[in-house]
């Protein structure tokens, strides 16, 4: 394989015959993508040199689909994007690993349609078994999932699992926020815990975890799912509730002096592939607060 197709690869500057002559050469052999990988630290060592880096800039394909068939150790457009292949319950399961900032739609084995949040791992079989449809996930999907009564599509979290036969759901399960929200717009779902019901939903209702308690409400506010399209919305919402939503979706350690904080609320939409930097800045134009970062360790604060 050419470096210098590879090299526009990593860079997201590749044309979609290049894309497919890629993913057609990682199909062809396991040496391939061992050299691909092995390509790819080359090119990540030569960013983190301070004499050779150059700025990049990753470009999303956002309708970007992979069938479980070509589910091999592929890097995809999305940068630092994996996905792995590991053995779990005598089952060969994929892990997608979503890096900060991006998110990805993938089509499971069943025609099962599935985008990803940033920051988000999720693993799933190149074929279900014969009994269930059972993937992890740790983050937040969207899921639209293809009907068959006799087989559930069951998503496990740390906090709870999700069990459905056909329907167009939400969830958010990120274990170091310690979140769960499950939030229905098609058909039906249960929410269990140690395979016990917790309850059921209806079109339109979400169940929230709080207080180790799982609180049932309407749908109210359809745009915070806009993130499969690229969007972060906020609908008044305090700056401390958006600033949490910054973490989750960009990996970072945002430090708030609460008692500083103005009690207004704030009301627009960021696209995601601006980044973190670039929503505060757009926030301080509605709501006044500083910030600044510390270089070394990345935390930005907030008074």
Do not use: C
Not at 123 to 149: C, H, I, M, W
């Amino acid at each position: 394989m050419n470096k210098e197709l590879l090299y526009r690869f990593f860079e997201g500057n590749a044309s979609t015959d290049e894309e497919k002559q890629i993913k057609q050469w990682l199909d062809a052999s396991e040496a391939n993508y061992r050299l691909f990988f092995q390509e790819r630290k080359m090119y990540d060592a030569l960013l983190l040199n301070p004499g050779e880096t150059k700025q990049y800039r990753t470009v999303t394909r956002s309708l970007w689909k992979i069938s479980t068939a070509a589910a091999v150790a592929l890097l995809l457009i999305v940068s630092g994007l994996y996905i792995l292949r590991n053995q779990d319950s005598a089952e060969l399961y994929n892990t997608i690993l979503v890096p900060p900032g991006q998110r990805i739609n993938l089509i499971l084995a069943d025609n099962s349609n599935v985008w990803l949040n940033a920051n988000t791992e999720f693993r799933y079989p190149s074929q279900f078994s014969k009994k269930n449809r059972t993937v992890y996930l740790d983050g937040e999907a969207y899921f639209d999932v293809s009907k068959n009564e006799k087989k559930p599509f069951v998503v496990k979290t740390d906090q709870g699992d999700v069990r459905v036969t056909g329907t167009s759901f939400n969830v958010e399960a990120y274990s170091g926020f310690d979140t769960f929200e499950t939030s229905l717009f098609e058909g039906g779902v249960e929410i269990l815990k140690n395979d016990e019901k917790l309850v059921s939903l209806h079109p339109n209702e979400k169940a929230v975890l709080s207080n180790n308690q799982l609180v049932v409400s309407k749908i109210e506010d359809t745009d915070e799912y806009l993130w499969k399209n690229g969007l972060i919305a906020f609908n008044n919402k305090h700056l401390e509730e958006i600033l949490l939503s910054l973490e989750k979706y960009f990996d970072v350690n945002i430090q708030i002096d609460s008692a500083k904080l103005p009690e207004r609320t704030y009301t627009g939409k960021f696209r995601q592939s601006d980044g973190v930097d670039y929503a505060l800045r757009v926030l301080q134009r509605s709501i006044r607060f500083k910030y600044e970062r510390d270089e070394e360790t990345g935390t930005i604060y907030i008074n």
